[in-house]
Each structure stands twice: as structure tokens, then as C-alpha cells.
């Protein structure tokens, strides 16, 4: 990649809605009016123009109507949604943003064959980049919905049309959001913002070209499709592994903020309470290995929409088991929704957006790709990485296998459209310095890029 002198960053024409991209996720707008008016028009576009319903929502209607469980809790969730602003109305200000299981079905059978667009309007500037997600953002925040999106058969029924959505976005047809309108990634607010979060320290700007492999001289910068362009990959100049011939320098696994550090975790904790405990039983799906890090350290970091989305090795060594644990897609706490047991909190309040602020929770029921390594450094031991699914964000893909030899910043795998959280989990012990700032931070960690030093081990 040809280098070049460092530039100031100039962001005087980044509209402050969207600088939210720097804050967890940035899967859905802090502006909740870009949230709403995009669902208005969902719902209207929908009302314009019926269609056959997909024959996974066909099987989904089926399951609905012919489980008695099921149907209560979707006919529930939707009458639990309080019958006031801002839940019972649309941007129309006509009915409720989502009437009922029917009218779900509905809008999830138009959002199977579209991709994520970028919103360039004169006000605003952002993206609904979990759409089903946005869909689902008040019946879940409901109590029936916390007992839906925790049902094993129903988690079983919502894989299925994930997968459905997941074959659109692998197709050429998905390549409509690459444009270069005001609903394309390659819009000029969207490629800025895409180059501002990777240009991560907010001083240089490298344009998108020579940070990531594709070909601007080609349609659509020559992704094949829009899944090829969520996981497309950096010019490998642009990310460097970090003291690669270190073994005491612990690398940054995926492009991310900083979330949360925990010491001295349990090996099963109350993950469900606000505090969100990590519990290391649950995280690691049981696995017999999971003992080994009671009273360990958990580094917990989150992806951006705009960002780098593959997984790299934190530390040389064997991959001693390299698998995926099914979990729930739309589960999310109590405390963030209707009938919030904690005191003093208003029981008719849903969250929004509130799988960003349930990151902890998420580690222990999520769908979650999990890779043990045993490190080479003997004072690191087995090391833990979690990358974990949120929503539609629930294809996890390793790319390694057991007993496979990788060193420091090899890639391991992938999330699917995107990408949530990921948490490094280290054995009881490990003496570490120098973690990045939680509190302070405002800009990812380079994948690749220094984590830490292990200093020992007690």
C-alpha cells in the first residue's frame, strides 16, 4: 500500500447524529427519528405492495398457528406494548409501529430480499443496520417477548429465516446497497464514515481503497455481493501484527472499543441481573475446559456497523477446540423492558436499541463461536476467545480447526453481515499490564494490534 503523510481528520461535515458509531455498535441510530421514519416507510412500502409470504415465514406462520405456546406468546408480546407514546404509534402517528404476528410476517418478507441501505437525507445521516432487529425493538423489550426469544423451538424457527436472509445477502442481488445514491455505503457521508472508523485514532485518513482489498475502478469496488463487503478484508500493511516475535504481547482479536474488564470471574454467576456477571460455566457453554478459568480475566470489547468484521489469533500456540454453541438471537434481560423488576424503575419503559447495553448478558446466550488456545507462552496457558452473534449478526464462521498450529494475528474466522462483541477470557493468574482504557475510550483497538503484556503468572 503506498504510505503518505498523516492528514488532519475533517469531520466539520459529519452530522453529529452520526458520530454514535464511535458508542456501542452503532447497529441502530441514537437519533430515533432515522429508527422511525425508516420503519414508516417499511410499513408503508409493505402496505403498497403485498406479496406472497417467503416459505420460511410459511413455516413460521405454521409454527405460530399450530403450537399453542407459540401463539400465545406472539399474540402476547404485541398487546404488552404499552399504549402510549412512543410505542403505539408509527411516524404517521395512524397504529402501532407493528399491529401484530400477521403484520411482523409482513415486513420481515420484504426485509429477506433487502439489504442494509445507508440513509444520506438532508437531516439525517445514519443506518438501520439491524433491520429485523429495529422490527423487533419493542415486542421483545416485553415479558412475552422475553419468554419467546429464549424458546428453544422458536430460536430453532428464527436460524432458519436468518439463514434465508443470509443466502439473499450472499447473492448479486444484495449489491444494491453499494451504490453510490443517497441509500448506497458508497455515498459520500458513507464512505467517509466508513473511513473514519478505520482510520482509528481520528488523525490520518487513508481512503477506503488502500485501507481494504477491492478495486474502485470496478461496479461496486468489486465485491461479489453484500456479505463480500461486510468481510471484506484490510490491506494486510494497513493492520501489522503487534512484536510478532513477542510471546509476552497479547494482540487485539477483532477491530474494536473497549467495553468492560472483569477479574476474578466465578464459574457461574447471576448473568441475567443488571449487573451482568460474567459466569464462566455459561459463557464457555459448559465445556470441560470452562473450570480452568474460574477466577479469571474477561476483556470484553464490541464492533462497530462500519467496521472490520474478521478474527485474528491474540497469541501463537494450537487450537485445542474450535466450535459454535447455538444460542438465542432476540434475548434480552428483563431490566430492559416492560415489568423491570429493579426498584424505582418505570415498568412501562422499553429500552431502545437495548442489545448494545446488554453486552454481558449476551456472552452467556448468544449464538457464539468459541476457540481455545493454548498459548505458547507458558505463563498465558489456554487462552479463550468468544465471538459472539447478536440478532441478525448470529453467523459465526471459524476458519481453524483442532490441533491446528496458529501464530499471533492469524485470521481464525468471521462474523456474517457484521459483527457485535468478543471477549478474551484468561486463566486464573495471568499477570497482566497494560489493558486499554474502558472508560475513556472513543476509538477502536487495531485488530492486531497491542492488547496487553503478560508479566507472569502467580
Known sequence: MPTQPAKPLNTNNVPQEHRVHRKPGGWLPSDHRIHRDWLSNIIDHVAKNPTDLHPV??????????????????NAMFEEIPNK??????ASGQHKQIRDYLHLLQVLNH????????????????LVGLPINAVLDWPMGT???????LDPEINKMIKKVLDAWGEFLRSPDSLSALSTSQTGWFSPHGTTHLELAANHDGTTTIPFSQLYICDPQKPYHGFTSWDDFFTRKFHPSVRPVESPDDDSVIVNACESLPYHIATG???RDTFWNKEQAYSALDMLGHDELASQFEGGTVYQAFLSALSYHRWHSPVSGVVKKAYVIEGTYYSEPLWEGVGDPSPGKDREKIEQGSESKSQGYLTATATRALIFIEADNRDIGVVAFLGIGMVEVSTCEITVKRGQRVNKGDEIGMFHFG????????QKGVEVEGWPDVEGAEWNVPVRGKLCRVVGRK
Not at 60 to 73: A, N, P
Not at 111 to 126: A, K, Q
Open 143 to 149: 415479558p412475552s417477548g422475553y419468554a419467546a426469544f
Open 85 to 90: 407514546q412512543p410505542y403505539n404509534k408509527d
Open 265 to 267: 470471574i466465578k464459574l
Open 111 to 126: 426485509i429477506l430480499t433487502t439489504p442494509p441501505h445507508w440513509n444520506d437525507s438532508s437531516e439525517m445521516v445514519g
Open 419 to 426: 459483527g457485535s462483541t468478543h471477549c478474551l477470557v484468561l
Open 57 to 74: 415465514l410459511q413455516e413460521f406462520k405454521h409454527l405460530i398457528e399450530s403450537s399453542t405456546r407459540v401463539y400465545l406468546l406472539f
